[in-house]
Each structure stands twice: as structure tokens, then as C-alpha cells.
């Protein structure tokens, strides 16, 4: 029951920026998450240089000793610091994934809105051949890709994204149908507006909302994704850092040492964390966004 | 008289994060009297359904009640605990909702929906209960009850679809009935025949009734008292004859001015200005808009006056302007010369629906648009009206048939069409907040049609056209910068008409664009394609349900039924003299006001809604 007067005052311009910052700021887990984010990625960028020792050297101390000053998180079974395999390994668990999930967007996202926009057989066909991408389950996938390609960061990365893709073609694809219908779409169209600038100016920015909260989603699921290959042996080569890796190689100490274990779970736990909390926090603003457009 | 619910003084706001409370309704007092119809009318945002909905002592989520009681039986119905009202809503005061097909449960039958309140509220099981059901269909004129017993909601059309919840208002023989826009969105006829069968139901049963809406017309027509609400709160109060003939305050006469009727030609009168949203307390709501405004208006905020035997006004020249006449613009000069050959030419169109493959939405539509005149194609939902339009505007494939632009054949598909051609042809969409693009400032908007079609002009130019057409549709030019969602409904739609007329077009398509907005934004909007048509010398093909907006702007009338073409002629001719039985029942449904005293008219032969037009919205939505 807000009244006409009350919305056409209240409200700041749609902007995508301002969105993204009150996404950031208005919320508890939006300053949580962001504020995580921040530091992971600066661990990311220098991790390397505040490494207090090479990652890769061995016996730097005893094996498997404990958290002391010398080693803040202990060494591992080779005596390596556990600290600075965690800094210098967060650049592969987070860079890949991140590759991977741009990639997934330009791609699958490109599919979906064409298929959204377009629509009738074209949608028709398009969309069970996707249905038959989904009924692939995804690690088996990466698995015959690797098993055919061998395994390194561009092929981590393309399977990650074939995985992906239609998944997020799919969400895309209902976005693009929604705003397709649109009379503003319609009145671009009756201008002779060409595809291109009626899918980049008209519907694009108004899939902003989706695209934000469902790119951050997809982001989850690669880290965690590529964090189980590298569990599996199917990521980096060892003695490369990463998380994933660590975990498997300190399995059989899990007992006796279990920082070593603990240490990379809680970092993987925590990037995950802080990229969902600020999904939530977006999804919540853009939500709260289209509610007030709907009390007008 | 006897009054069986009585509302006094009530004031309701919604808490403010700072200050007091924002004040939506104030001081609002009627009476209800069995057998008769009070109507409240008034703009959007005017407080009308707050008004409606704390009759019955429903606490609206969020709302804070400020004052006020309201009477029925004895008790006062804003100090009942939820339970007590909960027995009263349904058996004693029922309520009937805007959109029936939003208010009827799609899960259940209709047997199932009419039951629920006979079995809550009387008891009334298993046969019985079953016999009360028939007997209440009949009495709202659902063809064979027993079958429609059995259906679920979407099998009905709109229309039918309230006479259901019409049914399951009166269920339990309610004192009181309450009735929130209910023709809202139907047609025209069946719009007639719905306020016809309340009309009766209420004169049979005895029911005090109250009904609110916009349509100032229907229920001057409709309603015995009539109370016009502006920024909540009521400034004009008396029989709807009274307010019609003789109305005291400045804003229920421009009401009066800014509705289209079909029974005299001339163009509207717009009121200027937006509707108020809130309550004013230290001047005259009306005073930014009113005509006769003075300074003792802004002084001090007016009280409600008797100005004749139960005649109330809330003016501070009620007493001294005495009865406000009727204002009117000329006829517009409809002689347009025919030698100019045509602008527009579709030869036999046909187009299908695009589900629904095989039904065809236009069935062979000739018409002809000469330059600079405004056509206007009318039709009930479901006619193709739209449809048709878009094919104009090369949004919808054609089946058969052609559309010529000045002789030449023109491609089916607005992508194929010449440049040149694309700039000739605009189009205005019904709808203003879905028309533009919430991403795109009002800048962008207008300019758009110039970076296309208009590439020389320099930057600089371009603004200068832009802010020109803001004038000419008169906007500020601070809006230039802001995005739609921050505009008013009308201001939106000035900002869809002004990227229309931005490139210069020779033929602007208006698909239903005042249907959308309030009365008095209407009129505006209706003044202002008259005005710009007439100096851009641009023509206009009007589409539209509303054949009283039809005799305001239009020179021509084609009349659409079920794809095909119904009638033609001059605006004039056909409204005088119409040839068709069709035309003649769309024209005798459209409300206008009783005459003084006179009796409600007696039932005007109209097909029966089963027909294929009523039909059409069952078929499309089940």
C-alpha cells in the first residue's frame, strides 16, 4: 500500500553498481562474505610472496609436528609448512574455478539466452539436447575428458565448463524467456532493432539480478568441484600446492596430525561460505528490489 | 431508513519511519441502507480500498488504525478480536474481489467453493447444502448449474467467473455486501451484464451494498448515494443523480469533464497535475489542480459542508461556486480530405494465434487509414483487435492477406522492413511500466529512435530534440535522467508517446493506451494525442475496447467481432445510428448516467456471454 508519491522519492536509480554495493553493505552476510572474499583473494594474488617458506620444500621442520611459531599450522608427512602451502595453493583453487565459471557463463549463457529469445523449434530442439547434456553425470564426464587428455589446469578447465554450461543454460534460458515477452522487447523490435543490441541493451541488463546470484552459485560448486578432482589425483601434479590435493595426501595422518587435514577443509569451507553468503545477500536485495518494483 | 452498517469518522494510516503516521484515509463516514447501492469512487491511490476493506474490519497487514468506529448489529466491528469477525465475514458481511479469477481457489470445484460457506456458516450439509448451491448459481445465471457444479474456475470466463464468487458472496444471505471494482477488466457487455444482476440481486435480497471504483460513470449509472474520495478522504457526497447534474466540488466536476461519454462527441478535459497520494492537513488536496483555486484554499484544509438537503461537499467555495457546468472541448474537426489517397492500406488480413494454430484471431480485416486521421478499431477481448495491430507494426506473422504503407506492400516482419519504413510506423503499448525498460533512463529512451533513425544528427541535437519532445509532451526535463520505475503511471506513458513522436512517424499504432491509467491522467493523455496528431499531422490507429474514448479522439470507427470486421463508418454516423445489432448492444452496455428519478433501464437485448465471445477467454486460459 505504498503510495505514488512515497516510491517516486525514495527510490535510487537501478544502477547496477549501486546494486552490487548495497548488496555489499546492507546485509550481515553480504559484509561477511565480502569482507572473506577480499582476503582470499588477497591471499590469491600474493600468497606466494607471504609464504614464510617455499611450499614445495621439504622438511622444514619435523614431519607431522603440530601448530608452533615456527609453523603455524604444522608440517605435513614430508616436514613442508602447512601454512604456506595453504597461501600459495589458494591461487589454483580459486583462478581455476573462476576461469571455468566465466567460460561456463560466456558459453552456456550465450546458448540459454539465445534459446530464451529465439524460442519456438529452435528453442524446442536446443533445449532437449541440453536435457541430454544434464543426464551426464558430471565426474564421469571430467573423468573420461581427463582419462582422454591427460590432466593440467586448461583441461581442468574445459571439462569444468562442458560440465557446467548447459546447467546454467538452462536458468538463463527461463531468464531470457521471461524478459523476451516484454513489451519494451517488442517496442525494439517494431524499431527494426537488430538481435545483437535487443539482447545486449534491452535484455541483459535485465537479467543482471539472475546472472549475479546464479554466477556466484555456479562459482560454489566449481571450487568445490575442482577441490574433489584434486582429491582425486585428476587435478595438479604434485608438489604443487592445493587444497584439494592436501587433503588426500594427509589422509593417513588424520589421526596423529590433524591440522594438516583440517586446515585446507576449513579454507576450502570458508571460500565457499563467503561466495554463498554473498549469493544470499544478493539474491535478497534483488528480491527486495523486485518487491518494491511491485508496490508501485 | 434504516441503517444496518454505519462507519463513522474512520482514519487509517500506515506508521511512517519517522513522525507520524502516513494518514490514507480520513474522517470517512457513510451508512449503508438494505436495498440500496452507495458507490465510492475515486483515483488510484486514493484510499478507496482501504475504505472498502476497514468497512468490514478487516485490519489491513501494517495499517494502523487512527480513529473511527463502524456499526453493524450493535457492535462496533474495529473492536472485535478476529474470531468474532471471522463468523460475521461470509454469513453477514461478504466481500467480493476485483479479479475473480485471482479470487477463486483454482484447486477446488465450484461445488466445493459454494459448499464451504454453507457448511461454515449455516450448517447446510450433503443435499441440502447441494440444493442451495443450484438454486444459488441459477440465481447469478450460470447456465446449467448441475454440469457447472462440477468444474473448477478457469472452465468459466471472466464474466461468469464473477457471477461465481457473486454466488458465494450472497451464499448465507448477507446484510451487507461489499463489492472491491468487481467489473474491473471484463468487457464491456459483460461489464453490463454483471452490475445489471448485482442491481437485482440487491433490490430482491434486501442487501445494503457498497461498491468501489473508478469508473465514475458506471456508478453514477449503477449507485443510488454516490461518495467521490480524493486523497482519502470524501469530498463530495449525495445521490449519484445530484453529483451528476449538480456537482459542488471542483474535483468531481473535472471527474465529470475528463470522462469520455458516448453519448455526446467532443474531446475530454484532463485535469492536470498527478492524484494526490496523501492526506493533506493544512490545505485543500485538490488545490494544485483545482481551476478555481485561491488563496483561502491553501489556508486552511476544508471541512465537509451541507450544501443541500443531503448534498455535502468539502470545497470552502462550495456554497459560493454554487453548481460547477459542465465543460466540454469542441468536437475535433473530423472532415478530413480524402483526396491525399491512403496512408495505410490492409487488405484482407488474417492472422493466427501462435499457440493455438488453426483458430484464426483475424479473419480477413480490410481497412484504410487516410494521412493525418485517427481510426479507431474497437472491439471486446478476444475480437483480434490487438492482434491486428501487431501485425501492422510487423510483430505478428500474417496468414494471408496484405498491409499496404503509401501503395507499397510491406514485409511481414518489422526486421525486413525499410529503415525509412520502420521510422513511418510507431507504436504506443497499453501497458506503460511494462513498455519501458526499467534499465534505461528516460533519456535513452526518446533518444533511441533518433541514434536509428536520425544518424547525422550531432549529439547536441539530439538533446535538444529529446528535451523539446518532453515539452511537447509536457514533462519536466528533470525527469530526463530518471528511470522509469521512479515516473507515475501517466508520466510513463507520456514518456512511450514521446519516443514515438521523437523520429517524426506518419502512422502512430496505439494499442488500448489510456486503459491502464486513471480517469483524470486518461483524459490528459487522450488531450495530448489529440494535440500532437493534430500538429505533427500524423494519424493514428486507435485501438481500444472503450467506445467512449472512440468518440472522443476518432474521425472513423471499425467495429471488430471474433477477427472479422462488424461495422464501419464515420465516428458520428456509427454512434447515431448504428447498423449492426453488435454495435448497438457494445454501445448500449457502456454506462452512462441515470437521469434523474429515472428507473434502472430495463435489460437491453444482449447475446448471451456464452456466445463465442464470452467463450474465447475460456478456451484461451483452460
Known amino acids: 500500500m505504498t503510495t505514488a508519491a512515497e516510491v517516486l522519492t525514495e527510490q535510487p536509480a537501478p544502477s547496477t553498481f549501486r546494486a552490487l554495493r548495497s548488496v555489499v553493505t546492507s546485509t550481515g552476510e553480504g559484509r561477511v562474505g565480502f569482507t572473506l572474499l577480499v582476503i ?24 607431522n609436528s603440530g601448530p608452533s611459531l615456527e609453523h603455524l599450522l604444522g608440517t605435513d608427512q614430508l616436514g613442508r609448512d602447512v601454512f604456506s602451502r595453504i597461501l600459495a595453493g589458494a591461487a589454483s583453487v580459486i583462478v581455476i574455478p573462476l576461469i571455468a565459471t566465466i567460460l ?75 524478459i523476451a515477452t516484454k513489451e519494451y522487447v517488442q517496442a525494439a523490435q517494431s524499431r527494426g532493432e537488430h538481435t545483437y543490441w535487443i539482447l545486449m541493451r534491452e535484455l541483459v541488463p535485465n537479467m543482471s539480478s539472475t546472472v549475479f546470484v546464479e554466477f556466484a552459485v555456479r562459482l560454489t560448486y566449481a571450487i568445490i568441484f575442482v577441490a574433489t578432482l584434486n582429491f ?42 563467503s561466495i554463498g553468503l554473498l549469493a544470499d545477500a544478493a539474491s535478497r536485495q534483488f528480491g527486495l528490489d523486485e518487491a518494491s518494483e511491485i508496490l508501485r | 431508513m434504516t441503517t444496518v452498517l454505519s462507519a463513522r469518522g474512520l482514519t487509517i494510516g500506515f506508521p511512517a519511519p519517522a513522525g507520524p503516521p502516513n494518514v490514507v484515509l480520513r474522517d470517512l463516514s457513510f451508512d449503508l441502507v438494505p436495498g440500496t447501492l452507495l458507490g465510492l469512487a475515486g483515483e488510484s491511490g486514493s484510499g478507496k480500498s482501504t475504505a472498502a476493506l476497514t468497512a468490514m474490519g478487516f485490519p489491513i497487514p501494517g495499517s494502523v488504525r487512527l480513529g473511527g468506529s463502524v456499526t453493524f448489529d450493535g457492535i462496533d466491528l474495529l473492536q472485535q478480536p478476529i474470531a468474532a469477525l471471522r463468523n460475521i465475514w461470509g454469513s453477514r458481511i461478504a466481500y467480493v474481489a476485483q ?60 464474466g461468469q467467473q464473477q457471477r461465481i464468487a457473486l454466488a458465494i458472496a450472497l451464499a448465507c444471505e448477507p446484510a451487507v455486501l461489499i463489492l472491491d471494482e468487481p467489473t474491473t477488466g471484463l468487457d464491456v457487455t459483460t461489464q453490463f451484464q454483471i452490475v445489471s444482476l448485482i442491481r437485482t440481486l440487491i433490490a430482491e435480497t434486501n442487501t445494503a451494498a457498497l461498491m468501489i471504483s473508478h469508473d465514475l460513470s458506471l456508478l453514477a449509472m449503477l449507485c443510488d448515494e454516490l461518495a467521490i474520495i480524493y486523497a482519502g478522504e470524501v469530498v463530495e457526497q449525495a445521490s449519484a443523480a445530484e453529483i451528476y447534474a449538480r456537482p459542488r466540488h471542483p474535483y468531481s466536476a473535472a471527474l465529470i469533464d475528463a470522462v469520455p461519454r458516448v453519448d455526446e462527441p467532443g474531446l475530454v478535459i484532463g485535469i492536470p497535475g498527478l492524484p494526490a497520494a496523501r492526506v493533506s492537513e493544512s490545505e485543500c488536496a485538490f488545490a494544485d489542480r483545482c481551476s478555481f483555486v485561491q488563496p483561502k484554499c491553501r489556508a486552511a484544509h476544508p471541512a465537509l459542508v451541507t450544501v443541500s438537503e443531503r448534498h455535502d461537499a468539502r470545497c470552502v467555495m462550495a456554497t459560493s461556486l454554487g453548481v460547477i457546468e459542465p465543460q466540454r472541448q469542441p468536437p475535433l474537426d473530423v472532415s478530413v480530405s480524402r483526396s491525399e489517397g ?29 494521412p493525418g486521421e485517427t481510426v479507431a478499431l474497437v472491439g471486446e477481448s478476444g ?111 507520456r514518456v512511450a508517446i514521446a519516443r514515438a513522436f521523437v523520429a517524426e512517424p506518419r502512422l502512430i499504432l496505439c494499442d488500448e493506451i489510456v486503459s491502464a491509467l486513471d480517469v483524470s491522467v486518461q483524459a490528459s493523455i487522450l488531450e495530448l494525442i489529440a494535440q500532437l496528431t493534430s500538429e505533427h499531422g ?27 470486421l462488424v461495422e464501419q463508418g464515420h465516428t458520428n454516423d456509427v454512434f447515431t445510428a448504428p447498423r449492426e445489432a453488435y454495435t448497438l448492444e457494445l454501445l448500449a452496455a457502456v454506462p452512462r448516467p441515470r437521469v434523474e428519478n429515472a428507473a434502472w433501464p430495463r435489460r437491453v437485448r444482449i447475446s448471451p456471454e456464452d456466445g463465442s465471445a464470452g467463450d474465447e477467454s475460456s478456451t484461451v486460459g483452460a
Not at chain 1, 582470499?40 to 614431519?63: K, R
Not at chain 1, 587435478?235 to 585446507?264: C, D, Q, Y
Request: proline share 7%; glycine share 8%.
Open chain 1, 40 to 63: 582470499f583473494t588477497l591471499i590469491a594474488l600474493f600468497g606466494h610472496q607471504l609464504a614464510p617458506y617455499s611450499p614445495i620444500a621439504i622438511a622444514t621442520g619435523s614431519p
Open chain 1, 232 to 273: 582425486l589425483g585428476l587435478g595438479v601434479k604434485p608438489p604443487s600446492p592445493n587444497w584439494g590435493a592436501m587433503l588426500f595426501e594427509s589422509r593417513v595422518t588424520i589421526i596423529t596430525n590433524p591440522i594438516a587435514t583440517i586446515a585446507p577443509t576449513v579454507a576450502i569451507g570458508l571460500l565457499a561460505i
Open chain 2, 342 to 370: 491512403s496512408l495505410l492500406e490492409v487488405v484482407d488480413l488474417r492472422c493466427t494465434y501462435r499457440q493455438a494454430r488453426g483458430t484464426p484471431a483475424v479473419d480477413g480485416l480490410s481497412l484504410t487509414i487516410h
Open chain 2, 383 to 493: 475480437s483480434g483487435k490487438s492482434t491486428a495491430l501487431r501485425a501492422i507494426a510487423g510483430l505478428h506473422p500474417l496468414e494471408a492477406g496484405e498491409i499496404l504503407f503509401d501503395g507499397k506492400v510491406m514485409p511481414s516482419h518489422a526486421s525486413r522492413r525499410a529503415r525509412e519504413l520502420l521510422r513511418s510506423i510507431q507504436i504506443v503499448f497499453q501497458d506503460p511500466h511494462a513498455s519501458l525498460n526499467p534499465r534505461h533512463t528516460v533519456r535513452e529512451i526518446i533518444e533511441r529512435p533518433l541514434v536509428l533513425f536520425e544518424g547525422s544528427l550531432s549529439r547536441r541535437e539530439r538533446r535538444d530534440r529529446v528535451c523539446q519532445l518532453l515539452r511537447e509532451v509536457r514533462l519536466e526535463q528533470s525527469l530526463l535522467n530518471r528511470y522509469p520505475h521512479q515516473l507515475s503511471g501517466g508520466q510513463k506513458q
Open chain 1, 104 to 178: 561456463t557463463f560466456a558459453i552456456g549463457g550465450s546458448i540459454g539466452i539465445a534459446l530464451g529469445f529465439i524460442g519456438g523449434r529452435f528453442d524446442a530442439v536446443g533445449s532437449r539436447v541440453l536435457d541430454l547434456f544434464l543426464a551426464l553425470p558430471p565426474l564421469l564426464v571430467v573423468l573420461v575428458v581427463i582419462a582422454s587428455l591427460g590432466s593440467s589446469p586448461v583441461v581442468i578447465i574445459v571439462s569444468v565448463t562442458l560440465v557446467y554450461s548447459p546447467r546454467v543454460a538452462r536458468v538463463l534460458r527461463g531468464a531470457a524467456q521471461g
Open chain 2, 538 to 564: 500524423t494519424a493514428v490507429l486507435f485501438v481500444t475496447h472503450d467506445l467512449a474514448v472512440v468518440r472522443a479522439i476518432a474521425s472513423r470507427i471499425y467495429v471488430m467481432r471474433n477477427g472479422c
Open chain 2, 99 to 158: 479479479d475473480a479469477s485471482q479470487s477463486l481457489s483454482p484447486l477446488l470445484r465450484v461445488e466445493r467453493l459454494l459448499a464451504e460457506p454453507l457448511r461454515l456458516h449455516l450448517g447446510l450439509r450433503g443435499d441440502a447444502a447441494r440444493a442451495r448451491s443450484l438454486a444459488l448459481l441459477a440465481s447469478v445465471s450460470i447456465p446449467a448449474p448441475e454440469t457447472a457444479m462440477r468444474r473448477f474456475p478457469h472452465q468459466f470466463s471472466g
